[in-house]
């Protein structure tokens, strides 16, 4: 499931989201797509999956956004 915009996000819960990313990313020296699937529990979040592809999400999201993903 994706959400786009985001839900009730707070600032801290991004942050996190976002240093988890890149710090994944780097360590499995992704070039390209990384479906990496999260669950937030108040400001804990968890990360419960990584996958080093492209999911069937991207290009919906590519297409709502405007943004070529591909």
Known sequence: MACYPYANL???QIK???EY????ALYLNIKGHIN???VISGDDVFVIEV???ASRTVPI???VTGVNMI
């Open 10 to 12: 707070n600032d801290v």
């Open 16 to 18: 996190k989201i976002v």
């Open 21 to 24: 990313s890149k710090k994944i």
């Open 36 to 38: 990496i699937q999260y």
């Open 51 to 53: 996958n080093p592809r």
């Open 61 to 63: 999201i590519s297409k």
